[in-house]
């Protein structure tokens, strides 16, 4: 997600400068572009344990690169634009959208894996985020003109966020009596849903069986899918195996089956 963004705020640079938006709008995809490499060095230093030295060297060795193709891209397609040639700077904000909306993808993979729950994303982010789209389609309605490629742009990623807290809210409705007496009996809902999978339950909310390549981390365990470090409790039976044989659990004569 935060790499096809990071990668996005090339073209979309490019359209804005190129367009000659007001400046905000032009500065706007190169703070974007900067703190999505940002948040994706912090993904590969800490989900993925690379060395801070490896990180720091493929972060500013991408951010070099992409400063590079997109003063390239504007010092190639400017001229062209001026001339009255708008095809190029088209092909180049229709890039940048399809770049937008497909970072914004795999959470609904997530979502779909999870029945629903979002993972991973801090909500106050994605708020931030979707504020700021909402206010740079205003600031093109101020403009003189309105460009609609522009303005898709951001609608684009208003709707596709407004559907990731759609289905967090939906799922936070649908298992508010689970989580309710899980938080009564001192455990989360992930407690829960490891106990139904330890014991081989069905259960209704279990995870299903999506599981995306990039997304996994030591013993098949995917990033982001616990929010503590909580061990989870263990089944009543688990409990009762682990103990030893005492005259509560076995009388002489019986047979233990492992």
Avoid at 135 to 164: A, K, M, N, P, R
Avoid at 227 to 245: E, F, I, L, T, V
Wanted: glycine fraction near 10%.
């Amino acid at each position: 997600m935060m790499f096809l963004w990071a990668i996005s705020g090339v073209p979309f640079g490019v359209y804005a400068i190129v367009q000659n938006f007001n400046i905000p709008i032009q500065v706007q995809p190169q703070v974007f572009m900067l703190l999505c490499l940002v948040n994706w060095g912090q993904i590969l230093l800490y989900a993925y344990k690379w060395p801070l030295w490896k990180v720091l060297v493929v972060t500013t060795g991408t951010a070099a690169i992409f400063a590079g193709v997109e003063t390239a891209l504007i010092l190639t397609i400017r001229p062209v634009y001026q001339v009255g040639n708008e095809t190029p700077v088209l092909v180049i904000g229709v890039v940048a959208a399809i770049l937008l909306a497909a970072g914004l993808l795999p959470p609904y993979g997530e979502a779909w894996k999870r029945r629903g729950r979002i993972v991973g994303i801090n909500f106050v982010f994605l708020t931030a985020d979707s504020l700021g789209a909402f206010f740079s389609l205003l600031s093109l309605v101020t403009q003189h003109t309105f460009d609609i490629l522009g303005g898709v742009l951001y609608i684009i990623c208003i709707l596709l966020e407004i559907g990731i807290f759609a289905s967090h809210l939906i799922w936070l409705f649908r298992t508010r009596q689970i989580r309710k007496g899980a938080k009564v009996g001192g455990k989360t809902f992930d407690d829960i849903l490891v106990e139904y999978e330890q014991q081989g339950i069905p259960f209704k909310f279990s995870e299903r069986k999506l599981t995306w390549p990039w997304g996994k981390g030591e013993n098949d365990e995917e990033i982001g899918g616990r929010h503590d470090d909580k061990s989870p409790a263990a089944p009543p039976y688990q409990a009762k195996n682990k103990r030893g044989m005492n005259d509560e659990d076995t009388t002489e004569g019986d047979e233990v089956q492992v």
